[in-house]
């Protein structure tokens, strides 16, 4: 069943890198997707943006997930400050004694850009945003919770090079495990590296101090390609791997993102 799923991810993502089409020297969309840190940027007045994408992972303890949608829609009311609304993904657990299935929460925030890196020196030449969200109890019994679970991130990156970049994320969040506040904190830097007009890869590093209640601390590497075949139009690919006894074990994901207006 694991090496079907990969295969068909695989397929998908040959079937979609197959389209090619040329990149015009119209600013390229910038998302939020694949890497776990977010950009540092908004979208833009008018602008009407979808991520998408399906994802495989595999934990230690013998349970896979698979979830089919992870669909995030950015729109620009203003110049800096953007609505984001996550739609439910569908999820599948196997393995671990069971499986199960259904949608996990939605969700609704905003980002606001504080800074553009504009000026000069470390933090003159910084791009900043803030994002506020939380999740809405509306998922399925499996992967729900009846509670609201807010959170907060600060976004940072600068431009080393016009081909390299760095971003960073440091983020809190107020989750509930069975109905049980607890506070987690997560940072992230990613790098990415531009090879053309069309392709990128990026690598990653983030880290928890807990993802469950009285859990222990958690921290992933992971890699991916992005793909432009317009500069309205992205696909990628990720590739993650624990770094710490807890966690996911390995983690493969692909997607599409597409952006309207502007």
Avoid: H
Avoid at 88 to 99: A, I, L, Q, W
Avoid at 168 to 189: E, I, K, Q
Avoid at 237 to 259: K, N
Wanted: aromatic share 12%.
């Amino acid at each position: 069943m694991k090496r079907w799923f990969l295969w068909r991810i695989c397929a998908a993502a040959f079937a979609v890198f197959a389209l090619s089409s040329v990149v015009s020297a119209q600013e390229a969309l910038v998302t939020d997707r694949p890497d776990f840190t977010e950009s540092s940027s908004s979208v833009g007045s008018g602008v009407f943006q979808l991520e998408s994408g399906v994802t495989y992972s595999d934990f230690r303890n013998g349970t896979d997930v698979t979830t089919i949608g992870e669909v995030l829609a950015r729109w620009g009311v203003a110049k800096d400050f953007e609505l984001r609304i996550v739609l439910p993904t569908y999820s599948r657990e196997g393995g671990g004694g069971g499986n199960a299935s259904g949608f996990l929460s939605s969700g609704v925030g905003f980002k606001y850009e504080l800074t553009q890196g504009d000026g000069s020196g470390f933090l003159g030449s910084m791009e900043a945003a803030l994002i506020a969200s939380t999740t809405i109890p509306t998922g399925t019994a499996d992967f729900a919770t009846s509670e609201w679970q807010p959170s907060a991130v600060f976004c940072a990156s600068w431009e080393l090079s016009p081909n390299v970049g760095i971003g960073t994320n440091l983020g809190v969040g107020r989750p509930a495990d069975d109905d049980n506040r607890y506070t987690t904190l997560w940072a992230s830097v990613a790098v990415g590296v531009g090879l053309n007009e069309t392709t990128s890869l990026f690598f990653e590093l983030y880290g928890f101090n807990r993802e469950e209640n009285r859990g222990p601390s958690t921290a992933t590497f992971q890699t991916g390609l992005v793909y432009l075949f317009s500069p309205d139009l992205q696909a990628d690919l990720r590739v993650a791997r624990r770094l710490t006894d807890r966690g996911v074990d390995f983690l493969v994901g692909a997607g599409l993102s597409w952006r309207l207006g502007g």
